[in-house]
């Protein structure tokens, strides 16, 4: 496995290969990132190169939000990644990635991008697209991987493939979980060893949430305002949770695909969840 810092280099790198497997994450690597490369690899078999982006992206973080003190743990992330089978690794800067102040940016519609968690984090899918569009035009995929847990991120990115007319497929990764049930996340570290057993009520309540639902219960305002008082009445502070389509994350309807979701926090650690319906 080779690590690279440098755009130049990882294009040089990358020149003779071009069946290209994708992975972009912010490392503090779990085995939900890792099921990633394992997925991208299934895609480009073994003649093709497994790449996975190391970058903490400044653009997505709201000022009160946590980029200084999230986790940079690169060299045990590189040893998950070639234990993984991943073939490169492109870990940038700042510099290397914004040697100057990113002016142009990539906005995605607000129908999509300015609900849910566009809603709690302004300008973060604009955040999120800007630099993923930047490392599609590094990298230049064939396929690119990105977990269901962030379920509306990887609807906004589709789209934004889609809109822009990137040769790239894009695949989602089914979100991992421990054997308690809690999704895999690198904010999980953050969580205390108490936190992390009520964190598992996260899943519950929206388990709850799809049971009412499928038993006939049709006042959506009044399901999910009772989810919502549930967290809370056990410490926690919701941002939101709700049941929408599939297809665009509209409100809930019958007859449709729908995925519940979530966002909240619990102590000082924010936690997101789904669950497709």
Request: net charge negative; hydrophobic share 40%.
């Amino acid at each position: 496995m080779r690590v690279v810092h440098s755009i130049a280099e990882l294009r040089a790198l990358l020149s003779a290969q071009p069946l290209r497997g994708f992975v972009p994450t912010m490392g503090n690597l779990h085995d939900g990132h890792l099921a990633l490369v394992h997925q991208a690899r299934g895609l480009v078999g073994p003649q093709g190169a497994v790449v996975a982006s190391i970058f903490v992206n400044r653009l997505q973080f709201a000022p009160h939000e946590d980029f200084d003190r999230y986790p940079r743990t690169l060299a045990r992330d590189c040893e998950l990644l070639e234990g993984a089978g991943c073939d490169v690794v492109f870990a940038p800067d700042e510099r290397e990635l914004y040697p100057e102040p990113q002016g142009y940016k990539v906005t995605p519609p607000p129908e999509l991008a300015d609900i849910l968690e566009g809603h709690f984090r302004p300008g973060f899918f604009t955040g999120v697209c800007t630099v993923v569009h930047k490392l599609f035009n590094i990298v230049q995929p064939s396929h690119a991987v990105f977990g269901k847990k962030d379920y509306q991120q990887l609807m906004v990115l589709r789209r934004m493939v889609d809109q822009m007319a990137l040769p790239i497929a894009v695949h989602g990764g089914e979100t991992c979980r421990s054997a308690e049930g809690l999704a895999l996340s690198s904010r999980n570290g953050y969580l205390s060893e108490a936190e992390k057993a009520e964190a598992l009520r996260l899943s519950r309540t929206l388990k709850a949430l799809i049971a009412r639902w499928q038993a006939g219960e049709r006042d959506l305002g009044r399901l999910e305002a009772d989810a919502m008082q549930a967290l809370r009445d056990a410490g926690w502070q919701p941002d939101y949770l709700t049941l929408r389509c599939q297809r665009d994350l509209s409100p809930a309807v019958d007859g449709q695909p729908l995925v519940a979701l979530a966002a909240a926090k619990l102590g000082n650690t924010r936690l997101i969840d789904n669950l497709e319906v």
